[in-house]
Structures are given as C-alpha cells and as structure tokens.
C-alpha cells in the first residue's frame, strides 16, 4: 500500500521569502503524486500533479514540485511566499493505472509573516 | 462545467443525532469518493464507488455510517447516530472511470460539528 509521509506539521516563513514544503511517498511502482492547497474555510484545491514526464512540476499560483525518484521525494516549491498562501498543504500520492484512490500526508500548515 | 457539490457546507449537530451529507459528482464521473479530515489530522479515505456499486469501504470507521449511491449519480453519507468524535470535514471527489491521467476533483466538503 502506498503512503505520503509530510514531516513538517507547521512551516512558518515571511512575507517574500522562499518556501519548500518536503513529501516523502511509499509506492513500488510510478505513482501519481500530487499537492493540494486547502485555505481556511475553504475545501480542497488542486496546486499540481505529476503523471509522467518532466520531474519539475509548474501549479497555480506560482509553485512547483519536484518529483525525485531516487529520494521518492515530490517537494513543493515557491520562490517568494504572498501573506494569502497561508494555508494547509497536503501532498497525496495514487497508484498508477486505471481507477485509483490517492492517499493524503497529514498536511503542513503554512504561516506566514508579514 | 458545474465542479462537485456537497450539501450541506456546514451543519452543527447534537451526539446522537442523524446527519445526512449529500454529494453530487462532475457529470458523466463514475468514480466517487468520499474521505473524511478530522481537525489536525490526515485526510482519510472512507469509500469509493464505481457508479453505483461500493468498490472500497475500507475506510469506513463503523456501522453508524452508510453511503448510497443510488442510480449511480449522486452519493448521500448519514452518520447515524452522531458521535463527537465525527465533527471534521468530509470531502467529496469524483473522477472519470478508465485508463489515462485521470485526476480527482474534490468538492469544498461538508463541516459537521457534533456538540
């Protein structure tokens, strides 16, 4: 069975500074990864998803992952961190092939400064 | 095109009382979901249908919850009788059934708080 481990259960950064949000996943096989965004009182958003291809992910809102199979590692990346993305981010990750269920880190809560 | 919608957004209810949540997939979607966040902790899988038909209910913490999906098309989960321990967020997703890069489209979730 597959399994998403996020480390981090709290992230705190400024406003402008850099951000990176570590996965680490379980599958035997190429698995569907993907990160999800939920805001405070807001449901589930897709941010991206990695199917195939090139391993450096471009989302909305100006993040980006990194698919690393040698370190079964699907970190999420920001350049420069906006007060608005501050929010639970959970990474997920799906057998591949046909009908999947994905399974869900226990999230990281981002805040962040001003 | 209409995204998943889940009714209620959010309903306060007291121990021991039914709740009935109701989902309704991206049309033509046969795969549905259901999965369930308590607070601070991880978003759980409870069940996944295949058009009417319960596919996975492994994650279905007991029998005080029962899915239906009758006809195939909308997806109702009561919780009967309510327990404080159900207060949490259950999404809703749906996707459509095949091979390919199929990507599941999660609804905004019902918010039930059992008082």
């Known amino acids: 069975a597959q399994s998403v481990t996020q480390p981090d259960i709290h992230i705190t950064v400024s406003e402008g500074a850099s951000l990176e949000l570590r996965c680490n996943y379980s599958y035997g096989a190429t698995p569907y990864l993907f990160w999800y965004v939920q805001s405070p009182g807001q449901g589930l958003q897709l941010l991206l998803k990695y199917f195939s291809g090139d391993t450096l992910v471009q989302g909305i809102k100006g993040f980006e992952a990194e698919f690393k199979r040698s370190q079964s590692s699907f970190n999420l990346r920001k350049p420069s961190v906006h007060w608005s993305d501050a929010a639970e981010y959970f990474c997920a990750v799906a057998r591949s092939g046909g009908s999947y269920i994905p399974t869900f880190g226990r999230g990281t809560s981002l805040i962040v400064h001003p | 095109e209409a995204g998943v919608t889940q009714f209620p957004s959010h309903s306060v209810i007291e121990k021991g009382q039914t709740v009935t949540l109701r989902c309704d997939p991206i049309?033509?979607?046969?795969?549905l979901y259901w999965y369930r966040r308590v607070m601070g902790k991880e978003i759980k899988f409870l069940l996944h249908?295949?058009?009417?038909?319960?596919?996975?209910e492994s994650g279905m913490p007991n029998n005080r919850f029962l899915a239906e999906r009758t006809g195939g098309t909308y997806s109702t989960l009561k919780v009967q009788p309510a327990e404080l321990e159900d207060s949490g967020v259950y999404f809703c997703?749906?996707?459509?059934?095949?091979?390919?890069?199929?990507?599941?489209?999660f609804g905004e979730g019902s918010w039930l708080t059992v008082v």
């Open positions: 997703a749906s996707s459509p059934l095949g091979k390919g890069l199929n990507t599941i489209y």
């Open positions: 249908f295949v058009k009417e038909s319960k596919q996975d």
């Open positions: 049309s033509g979607h046969d795969n």
